[in-house]
Each structure stands twice: as structure tokens, then as C-alpha cells.
């Protein structure tokens, strides 16, 4: 799994191992789409270029959990330089209506400009999901425009419809692919959020070690560390304790690091601890 899946996955995935009653979804891969919820059904459905292409470009399929809310695309890459910068955006099956061309914003990461469809745009693009397989992106600077990279639509579909499924719009008018006829009121209520209680402060020295189960799941963990590096400890109350080793050496942006981590509780037995999952720490 790439890294652009791993920052995906973050901030979710921790709260899937608590016993709360909003509940963390798992990142699924469609193709070359991948999707990922959180305990709030906010989806995020990402396309990225075919295998083998590494232009920096990709596509973003964002809905709340809401029932009436609105779907959102944005498409990201890296820009021309300064000045206004310009999406065209074109499929590859000359029957289906363009999309134009779209201003685009620069992103936090300065060297990405990005844009919005609109919501015209949005319907058009969901509609074409059966007959195109890819969509191309040029960025157009004047009268200049780069060569076209491609984002794979590839498994698009697929990851739509589980969109709805983990949203529970299936069968309602507000499902993206198949919409029925069941009112958008029939979506169920979002669930509570959690609560997260602060622990009290602890002067018990860290271990040196980490408990055996740990351990093992982090032998098995794809990461650039070296075994022998001494993992990231900290403790969360006095009997929970925080673990954690860096995935990935480099950084997404500029505050956010995806690191493999677990939390360990003196309260379990070690056949009890859970294996790792991805955290993103600020």
C-alpha cells in the first residue's frame, strides 16, 4: 500500500479498536480507487493514475454521513508554476460532455494547486462512471498546457457503491450509483460521537522493551525503522501505555507523519493486546 493510502487511512482507525458506539470503517481498495470512512460515515473515495504512472495527480469523492449532504470532487496535482493555474479536464470516450476546464487554489502543500467540479460537474462525472475508464487532467497556464496526466476510473464504481453501503443510502434517493426512491430522511441519524476521558498524569518510568504481542506486530509491519530502533513510549493514564514505530521516515505535509502504532493496556492479558494500525500524530 502507498503512502497516499496510509495518510487515507489515518485517524480513523483508532477508534475501530474501542468499544464506542460510533465505529471506524476499514479502508477498502477497489482497483485503483480506494475508499475510507470514519466513525462518522464521512467518506473520502480517492482515484489515482494507473500502475506505473506517478504524476501526482488524483481525484477526491467526499460526502458526509448526513442524509441530504452534498457531494463534493476535488482533483489535486502539482502546479505550473506562479499565476493562475487552470484545470482541463477531458474523458477518454469522446461521446460523453466535457468538463472544461476549472480554476484551481493552491493547496497547504505549496507546490499542489487544486479544483473543485461544480455541481453540474459532479452529476456529469458520476453519470460517465459506466462508459469512460479514464478521466485526463492538463494544467493550462495561459495559453500553455501541460501534457495530459491520467486518473484511473477503474474500480470507480465500485468504490461508489460502497460509499452508499457504509452510508446507508442504499435504496434512497441520495445513493450515487442506483438511487431508488426511499426519501433522503430515511438515512439513519449519525451516531454519538465518543467520549475521550483525559487520564491522570504518571511518573511510572517506560519500558525499555515492548510487550511481546507488540513486538511481533511490528516485525511484521512494513516500516523504514530498523528493528533495533527504540520504538516512540508514552503513557496515556497509569495503566495505558502508548507505542508506536515510524512507517515512513519522510513527512505527507508539513505537520502530519503516519507512523505504525499501538496502544497496550496493563489491563489485558497479552492474547488480548491488538495487532498495530495506522495513526497520524500532529
Not at 457531494?71 to 489535486?76: D, P, S
Not at 464504481?157 to 442506483?178: E, N, V
Not at 530502533?229 to 507505542?243: G, M, Q, S, V
Request: aromatic residues 4%; contains cysteine.
Amino acid at each position: 500500500m502507498n503512502l497516499l493510502l496510509k495518510y487515507v487511512a489515518t485517524g480513523g482507525l483508532l477508534v475501530a479498536a474501542s468499544s464506542c458506539s460510533a465505529q471506524a470503517q476499514s479502508l477498502n481498495v477497489f482497483d485503483d480507487w480506494v475508499l475510507g470512512c470514519d466513525n462518522l460515515r464521512q467518506c473520502v473515495a480517492i482515484g489515482m493514475e494507473p500502475e506505473g504512472n506517478a504524476n501526482g495527480v488524483y481525484l477526491r469523492v467526499l460526502r458526509s454521513g448526513k442524509g441530504a449532504a452534498e457531494l463534493e470532487i476535488k482533483i489535486t496535482t502539482y502546479s505550473r508554476g506562479r499565476g493562475p493555474n487552470r484545470l482541463r479536464l477531458g474523458f477518454d470516450d469522446p461521446s460523453l460532455p466535457a468538463l472544461g476546464e476549472l480554476a484551481a487554489s493552491s493547496t497547504k502543500a505549496s507546490e499542489s494547486i487544486e479544483a473543485r467540479l461544480p455541481s453540474e460537474g459532479v452529476r456529469l462525472f458520476v453519470n460517465a462512471l459506466g462508459k469512460a475508464k479514464t478521466l485526463s487532467v492538463s494544467v493550462v497556464q495561459g495559453s500553455d498546457a501541460s501534457q495530459p496526466a491520467v486518473i484511473s476510473l477503474s474500480g470507480a464504481t465500485a468504490a461508489l457503491i460502497a460509499m452508499d453501503k457504509q452510508q446507508k443510502r442504499s435504496g434512497t434517493t441520495t445513493a450515487l450509483i442506483s438511487p431508488d426512491h426511499e426519501p433522503a430522511a430515511r438515512v439513519p441519524a449519525l451516531p454519538a460521537l465518543p467520549m475521550v476521558r483525559a487520564g491522570r498524569p504518571t511518573k511510572r518510568a517506560l519500558p525499555t522493551t515492548m510487550p511481546k504481542p507488540i513486538a511481533a506486530a511490528v516485525e511484521r509491519a512494513d516500516c523504514d525503522e530498523p528493528p533495533e530502533t527504540r520504538p516512540i513510549r508514552a503513557w496515556l493514564n497509569e495503566r495505558t501505555l502508548f507505542l508506536g514505530r515510524a512507517v515512513h521516515q519522510g513527512r505527507i505535509s508539513r505537520d502530519v507523519c503516519v507512523l505504525y502504532s499501538s496502544v497496550w493496556s496493563a489491563d489485558r492479558a497479552p492474547n488480548e493486546v491488538p495487532d498495530a494500525w495506522a495513526a497520524s500524530i500532529q
